[in-house]
């Protein structure tokens, strides 16, 4: 599905610089490459990024799910950070496993290659 960048891309996105690669029928492939700013003390990628990726992506597969129309908004996230990320890019794959009407439980991974670095699950509300 290709959609207007004003559908998939916010300012913050853009800021740390996320790349919608697909959404569809709740789901959503969003990446991400490994920049200096986005390094905590210790050069690893900070998990608030990681974070963030997840949260963006989520958030894109609901969109598609219940149509670009309507908002939603998170209402809980739980991550478990899985392995560091040192450089390279990631990938992160939103899928809605269940499309209420008035709340969304979405899945997320974070990979980097075949190696999963992150994995989520969150819950959003229909405004």
């Given at each position: 599905m290709t959609l207007p960048d004003g559908l998939t891309q916010s300012a913050f996105s853009?800021?740390?610089?996320?790349?919608?690669?697909?959404?569809?029928?709740?789901?959503?492939?969003?990446?991400?490459?490994?920049?200096?700013?986005?390094?905590?003390?210790?050069?690893k990628m900070h998990g608030g990024v990681l974070?963030?990726?997840?949260?963006i992506s989520m958030g894109l597969a609901c969109s598609s799910a219940h149509g670009f129309d309507q908002q939603s908004v998170t209402i809980e996230c739980k991550i478990n950070?899985?392995?560091?990320?040192?450089?390279?890019?990631?990938?992160?794959?939103?899928k809605v496993i269940h499309p209420g009407r008035r709340t969304l439980v979405v899945e997320a991974d974070v990979l980097q290659g075949d190696k999963l670095v992150a994995k989520a699950?969150?819950?959003?509300a229909v405004l």
């Open positions: 853009d800021l740390i610089g996320c790349r919608v690669q697909w959404v569809e029928d709740g789901v959503a492939h969003v990446a991400l490459s490994l920049e200096p700013q986005l390094r905590n003390r210790g050069g974070f963030s990726l997840v949260d950070y899985i392995r560091a990320v040192s450089d390279g890019e990631v990938l992160c794959i939103a699950q969150g819950t959003f």
